[in-house]
């Protein structure tokens, strides 16, 4: 038998003498490798040379013997095969699981929340469910409220119009419950122009709560002074002969104010509006006054007219 090994794993081979010059493949490493010869049973040794002596040969004249350098051959070693090398197999490892459980859950939350930003635009809250600082809009009924409040001033007064909170809004679902609290409904069925008043009621999409600062301009009446006169002119002229001050009437009836001369001044102004819209597909129309609270104020008034709404 002969035994050898792959010069590139040294994984250990063992084949019949007569497999010795025959190619083959590493199964381990796939490497081409030829399955050495065994070395020969018996092997040829040269002795060394002590002496020569060679026969005397009839010559004229004798020659010198010739001197043959000795040589010294090397014992061949025998080739020593190289131990096989032990192969360890890998130990299977306990692989934990809570470590996957737990990025799986980080990966489900960061999809959801990309899905939510992608859906809101880049918001984690739907638009108008808290108030919002802020001066654009989120949504096309917020949209219509914009436009139908700029188109109430003229161009040069409407550049000057400066949002500055939406929300909190009543959606259609909040406001549907409300009228059902109310028992609108149970009411539309007693008349017909209850039940108009019903359904207009439900046609509502959305009520959209706005704080703004728009321009205003105002007229202001002032008491017009006269050139020259003394601060007790008013009085005199407005008392006559009777006492200063008063004026004196008849038969004793009771003194008549002094009308004074007034003029009239317009006046500019910035003043910070908040109003509650109502939208119903393109329509809008102003509701009432908001705040932060609106939503609550507005059922508690409401709960005084519909006893069936809770406060």
């Known amino acids: 038998m002969i035994r050898f090994a792959c010069p590139v794993c040294r994984t250990a081979y063992q084949v019949p003498d007569d497999k010795a010059g025959h190619k083959r493949t590493c199964p381990s490493c796939g490497q081409r490798m030829q399955v050495p010869a065994p070395p020969p049973s018996?092997?040829?040794?040269?002795?060394?040379?002590?002496?020569?002596?060679?026969?005397?040969?009839?010559?004229?004249?004798p020659s010198a013997p010739m001197a043959i350098p000795v040589l010294a051959v090397a014992a061949v070693a025998p080739e020593v095969e190289s131990p096989a090398p032990i192969i360890r197999l890998p130990t299977r490892r306990r692989r934990r699981v809570w470590p996957r459980v737990i990025a799986g859950v980080l990966l489900l939350t960061g999809l959801a929340v990309g899905?939510?930003?992608?859906?809101?635009?880049?918001h984690l809250r739907d638009a108008?469910?808290?108030?919002?600082?802020?001066s654009h809009t989120r949504t096309d009924a917020e949209e219509l409220v914009k436009r139908a409040i700029l188109g109430e001033f003229k161009d040069e007064d409407a550049a000057k119009v400066e949002f500055l909170t939406w929300g909190p809004h009543m959606?259609?679902?909040?406001w549907l419950d409300l009228l059902d609290e109310a028992g609108l409904p149970e009411m539309a069925k007693l008349s017909q122009r209850q039940a108009e008043e019903v359904r207009q009621l439900e046609a509502i999409d959305i009520l959209i709560r706005v704080r703004y600062k728009a321009p205003s301009h105002d007229w202001i009446e002032e008491v017009a002074e006269k050139k020259g006169s003394d601060p007790g002119s008013k009085q005199r002229e407005a008392g006559g002969k009777?006492?200063?001050?008063?004026a004196t009437g008849e038969r004793g009836s009771p003194p008549e104010e002094a009308v004074l001369p007034t003029r009239s001044r317009l006046v500019f102004s910035m003043k910070t509006r908040d109003e509650v819209y109502l939208v119903a597909g393109k329509f809008v129309r102003g509701f009432r006054e908001g705040s932060d609270d609106w939503k609550q104020r507005m059922r508690k008034r409401m709960a005084k007219q519909f006893p069936g709404i809770k406060p």
Request: glycine share 12%.
């Open 128 to 134: 108008g469910q808290v108030a919002e600082n802020r």
């Open 115 to 122: 899905l939510r930003l992608l859906l809101t635009g880049g």
């Open 171 to 174: 959606s259609k679902r909040e």
């Open 42 to 61: 018996s092997t040829t040794v040269l002795a060394p040379l002590l002496e020569y002596q060679p026969d005397p040969v009839p010559r004229p004249e």
């Open 242 to 246: 009777g006492k200063p001050g008063r």
